[in-house]
């Protein structure tokens, strides 16, 4: 799947938020906000996220300008971590990987981090296809799923 990534505008936000308001989605990211059907919380959240020149964010757009997902970077530079959300309809379909490959080189710095919940097969695949390997694991509370679940840890070294 051809991807762009291209700057966030303010049109894209609420496609994001249905995005993130998706119950399959949620219990596959896991950890999420506590409630994320908070639009005053969502929104604060990404005005921080677009004021910081430090994070690297992106809406990701195939075909005419139809917003999969986002995709960014952030963190301290030691510790620069690595994060996507796809809308359902684009799983399976090629768009996180190609999408994250992308990221990748507006991100040089190395080492990159990322987690996802150990039974997120889907973007420990994706993560896998762009290099990142596992690094650790850790138990800790998924506020979508209401309960502790383990997590993989993952560095891209390249």
Request: aromatic share 8%; with cysteine.
């Amino acid at each position: 799947m051809d991807v762009v990534l291209r700057e966030v505008r303010d049109t894209d936000l609420p496609v994001f938020f249905a995005h993130t308001n998706d119950p399959e989605g949620l219990r596959m990211a896991a950890f999420t906000a506590k409630d994320p059907s908070d639009q005053a919380y969502f929104e604060a959240h990404w005005a921080r996220i677009r004021q910081n020149p430090a994070i690297i964010a992106r809406t990701i757009v195939v075909g005419d300008d139809e917003i999969v997902g986002h995709a960014s970077v952030y963190g301290p530079p030691e510790e620069r971590e690595v994060t996507y959300w796809i809308g359902r309809p684009y799983w399976g379909r090629g768009a996180a990987t190609a999408a994250l490959k992308e990221l990748l080189r507006l991100a040089p710095e190395r080492p990159l981090h990322a987690r996802a919940a150990a039974d997120n097969l889907g973007s420990l695949q994706v993560l896998r296809k762009c290099g990142f390997v596992v690094t650790g694991q850790e138990r800790d509370f998924a506020n979508a799923r209401g309960e502790e679940i383990d997590e993989l840890l993952l560095t891209l070294h390249d």
